[in-house]
């Protein structure tokens, strides 16, 4: 089975643009959700999608959205990017049948200029 | 959020084993204890999990103290590979598919060859 996969891996932006990353899970997940990471730092959920509806969501401004698609493969998307929104993306795909282990993809990471 | 510290950064020689501390004073009786690591340049990778009792897999053991106020990830025998920052983590259990995991900012060991 192939493991979760992020695109781009890399990629700059220029600050007050618009920035869509992808994702897709593990064969069979039905549940993905999406992390930034900055440097030196532990990631920070930012939502979390199950069966293509938002399923939770952390402390992140409504400029950061999402979509899942029915294959499970997912989208974040960022408007109006902002310095600070430099980091690591990172998403993990889970399901029920995986019991309590989410798996990560590489990330993709973002650097706004 | 639920919260667990851990000590900065660690250090090991190759092949002797590792014990990796960790305190969440304020865990809930639901709550989950996981361990996910972090190589370089990669996504967590989830490494083990427990509730109350202690667990081993492959990869590594988990002791839980009585009270579940703490607990202690170990390695057997440290390789250069097992290298990472080791996230000490609360899942907290809010049903379903609905959960997020809160990451701190770890722990990075270091393996001396």
């Known amino acids: 089975e192939t493991g979760v996969t992020q695109s781009p891996t890399h990629l700059i932006k220029t600050r007050g643009q618009q920035v869509t990353l992808r994702c897709s899970s593990q064969s069979g997940h039905n549940t993905v959700s999406w992390y930034q990471q900055a440097l030196g730092q532990g990631p920070q959920f930012i939502f979390q999608?199950?069966?293509?509806?938002?399923?939770g969501r952390g402390n992140f401004p409504p400029r950061f959205s999402g979509l899942q698609f029915p294959n499970y493969s997912s989208e974040l998307n960022v408007n109006a990017l902002e310095l600070d929104d430099s980091a690591l993306y990172l998403c993990?795909?889970?399901?029920?049948?995986?019991?309590?282990?989410?798996?990560f993809g590489q990330g993709t990471r973002l650097t706004v200029v | 959020d639920a919260k667990t510290t851990q000590p900065n950064s660690m250090e090991s020689n190759e092949e002797e084993p590792v014990h990796l501390p960790c305190n969440h004073s304020?865990?809930?009786?639901?709550?989950?204890i996981h361990w996910y690591r972090q190589l370089p340049s990669q996504g967590p990778e989830y490494v083990i999990h427990?509730?109350?009792s202690n667990v081993n897999n492959r990869m590594a053991s988990l002791a839980i103290a009585e009270d579940r106020k703490s607990s202690t990830l170990i390695l057997h025998r440290a390789t250069l590979r097992d290298a990472a920052v080791y996230y000490c983590?609360?899942?907290?259990?809010?049903?379903?598919?609905?959960?997020?995991?809160?990451f701190g900012k770890g722990t990075l060991l270091t393996v001396n060859p």
């Open positions: 983590i609360l899942r907290v259990n809010s049903g379903g598919s609905n959960y997020k995991l809160t």
């Open positions: 304020t865990i809930s009786g639901t709550d989950y």
């Open positions: 999608y199950y069966r293509e509806e938002e399923n």
């Open positions: 993990a795909s889970s399901s029920l049948l995986t019991g309590f282990e989410a798996f």
């Open positions: 427990g509730l109350t």
